[in-house]
Every structure is written in structure tokens, then in C-alpha cells.
């Protein structure tokens, strides 16, 4: 069924992915800080230990990944959070780029020789980076990190596009996690398997286009 890397897979939106991919056929290695019990007990490969505010990990990760084959989709995931009720410093916002925005696209540039035609890259984004749907103002790092991400996806949707491979930007919905202090409308069981339906469905004609989980296009 094809090889499929998902961080951020310890928790939340990512160990719903974990689970889903998994029980769907597929060989996943899923990437996290800390391992929880949940992605434990399911059956694929765990790396642990990967920080993704530090480059140094990620090029360990990419060690590690050396003699893995071919990967069929990479879905970055892993993010740093919304600051609820917090003045956010400049150190905050910093920390916001290098883990939403930097992260995923230095790993996924150091794994491209992984990737194949037909090859998807998903970046899990939120419609809070698109700046026409900015109506309430605030989040300053995580808005813009995700807007950057976005933007930065783009560019490498067409780059990669040559390759045939498939950049896929994705809002996966109002999900009840500890990011939204499990505030929301979809579980992340019910969030993953939209996101694995689009996923499965992302053509080459579709590579650098933002969606919602529920088909619709997202105005940048």
C-alpha cells in the first residue's frame, strides 16, 4: 500500500492519521517528541525524539530515513499551537516560524530524494493563515507561520511539480485536540479520515492548491 511518514503522530490529528494509515494496509513511520501509549500499541514504526525547532534533529531524523526506500506520502503535521490569552514576544513568534513554517519545508526539501512520481507531500495548514479569511485579528505567530507555510508550499507544489510529485496544503477543520483545548466540531479519528479521502484523491492538477477537509477551496 505504499510508505507513509506522518510527525506530530503522538497525539491528536496525528495519531488519528497513524491509526488510519495504518489500518488501512499501510507501512507508516510515525515521528513524535515523546511516545505516547496509544501510537505504541499500534503497528508501525516509531521515531522518537525528533524536535523540530532543531535542525539538528530533523538531519537525524533524515539519517535515519536513509535506507527507507521510497516514501509515497510524507504528511508533516506536527505544529506549534495558538498562544490563548498570551501577549506573544518576538520569541514566541520566532519559535511559531521555526516549527510551523521552517520545519516542514527543510525537512521535506532534505527527504525530496525519497520521493518518486506520484509522491505526495502534505502540509497540514489551518485556514487561520489565509489572510482573506482574517476577520477576528490576533495569533500573530501561528497566523503567520501557517500564512508563510502556505505560501512557501506553493512554490514548491510547482517546483516539485516537474518530478510529478504532489504538494498537497490542507485545513483539517475545527478538530477537538489540546491545541483547541478540545474545543470544536470534528474528533481527530473523524478529522483523519477526511484528510486520508482528499489525500487519496490529490492529483497532480491539484498540486499547490489549498483545501478544506470537506472538498472546498481555501482563498490564500
Not at 496525528?14 to 499501510?26: F, I, S, T
Not at 507531500?121 to 495569533?139: A, Q
Amino acid at each position: 500500500m505504499g510508505k507513509v511518514v506522518i510527525t506530530g503522530a503522538n497525539k491528536g490529528i496525528g495519531l488519528g492519521l497513524a491509526r488510519e494509515y495504518v489500518n488501512r494496509g499501510h507501512e507508516v513511520i510515525a515521528t513524535c517528541r515523546r511516545e505516547a501509549p496509544e501510537l505504541k500499541s499500534l503497528d508501525l514504526e516509531v521515531y522518537e525524539n525528533l524536535e523540530l525547532s532543531d535542525m539538528k534533529c530533523i538531519d537525524d531524523f533524515v539519517n535515519f530515513m536513509e535506507d527507507k526506500g521510497t516514501i509515497d506520502i510524507l504528511i508533516n503535521n506536527a505544529a506549534l499551537p495558538h498562544f490563548y490569552g498570551k501577549l506573544e514576544s518576538p520569541d514566541d513568534i520566532l519559535e511559531h516560524f521555526k516549527v510551523n513554517t521552517i520545519a516542514p519545508v527543510y525537512l521535506t526539501q532534505r527527504l525530496f530524494h525519497h520521493f518518486e512520481e506520484g509522491s505526495k507531500v502534505i502540509m497540514i495548514s489551518s485556514r487561520m493563515g489565509s489572510i482573506d479569511d482574517n476577520e477576528s485579528g490576533g495569533h500573530y505567530g501561528f497566523r503567520g507561520s501557517k500564512s508563510a507555510l502556505n505560501s512557501i508550499s506553493v512554490s514548491m507544489g510547482l517546483d516539485y511539480r516537474k518530478n510529478g510529485i504532489i504538494v498537497g496544503i490542507i485545513h483539517p477543520g475545527f478538530v477537538k485536540t489540546d491545541n483547541t483545548f478540545h474545543n470544536g466540531n470534528l474528533t481527530p479519528e473523524t478529522a483523519a479520515k477526511a484528510i486520508y479521502k482528499n489525500v487519496r484523491k490529490l492529483r497532480i492538477q491539484d498540486t499547490a492548491n489549498f483545501w478544506h477537509i470537506n472538498g472546498a477551496s481555501i482563498p490564500w
